[in-house]
């Protein structure tokens, strides 16, 4: 049986977590460890540890949350949780691929896909896919990416999550736009649109938006790239996105941009009618 105050505390911690307090659900998970350390709960010991990794991942503690990780991975081989290895694996691969230790990373995704494979998480398994489709797009193995990209979604369909094919169509556009190939961004980032549209999610809208604004960017489409880049900033401003004022700026320049080319075409009126 968990031990109720480890668990109370844990999901305390989860609630905290879950609004962004993030010093208030570590103080919540330390106290559960210490709970669990006390009682022997071996897998009361296990979420606390996970959770603590967790919080840690996402602060920017990469050092401890590794090291909470690997406990937890310790404890699940001996209680032969190979469903909660894979999980692990996957949380390790992460705190290396935020690194930009891009190889050590896809060394983790690739152990706990073997894993997957064994127990058919198909949900588990699509997100994973994604994760190596970033990993090969970032050190230039677009191809590989790619059938990554394609694997994932096929499983997205099957276990009907929505959000996670606009998060993949999205990826597959970004990787579109390292080739240049400006058809292939426009088509993904729309059909990512479109579903975050149904979705009613509006920062999955503003993520397609502000690649579609890049795309048309580096066409000197300038006048489609002010248009998106405004709907990208009420989306900045509205949820306050660490991007705004990287945005604004380049919104300022689209407009002078644009501006430049308005006079030109003026002047060519002028030139014409002369």
């Avoid at 994932?152 to 998060?167: E, H, I, K, T």
């Avoid at 169509?169 to 549209?197: D, F, G």
């Avoid at 048309?216 to 705004?244: F, M, S, T």
Wanted: charged share 25%; with cysteine.
């Amino acid at each position: 049986m968990r031990d109720s105050q480890s668990e109370q505390l844990n999901q305390q911690g989860n609630e905290y977590f879950s609004r962004g307090f993030y010093t208030d659900a570590y103080r919540c998970y330390a106290q559960a460890l210490e709970a669990d350390r006390q009682s022997g709960d071996g897998r009361a010991l296990v979420a606390s540890l996970g959770n603590l990794g967790n919080i840690c991942a996402v602060s920017g503690r990469r050092g401890q949350a590794q090291a909470y990780y690997q406990e937890v991975l310790e404890l699940q081989k001996i209680f032969g949780d190979d469903r909660g290895i894979s999980t692990t694996l996957v949380n390790l691969g992460n705190l290396r691929v935020d690194a930009g230790e891009w190889e050590r990373g896809k060394a983790y995704y690739l152990e706990a896909l073997d894993l997957m494979e064994q127990f058919g998480d198909a949900a588990a398994k699509a997100v994973l896919l994604s994760d190596l489709g970033l990993v090969d797009r970032e050190t230039g193995k677009f191809d590989q990416a790619l059938s990554y990209y394609e694997q994932s979604l096929v499983l997205m369909r099957q276990v009907n999550n929505q959000a996670g094919q606009a998060d993949v169509y999205r990826m597959m556009a970004r990787l579109y736009l390292a080739r240049k190939q400006y058809a292939e961004i426009l088509a993904c980032a729309q059909t990512s649109l479109a579903i975050a549209e149904r979705l009613r999610d509006e920062l999955r809208m503003g993520g397609a938006w502000y690649l579609m604004a890049g795309c048309h960017e580096e066409q000197g489409h300038w006048e489609e790239a002010a248009v998106l880049l405004e709907r990208v900033i009420r989306v900045d401003q509205k949820y306050g996105l660490p991007k705004l004022k990287e945005n604004l700026t380049r919104l300022k320049a689209v407009q002078e941009h644009l501006g430049n080319s308005d006079r030109h075409m003026k002047r060519r009126k002028v030139s014409v009618n002369e």
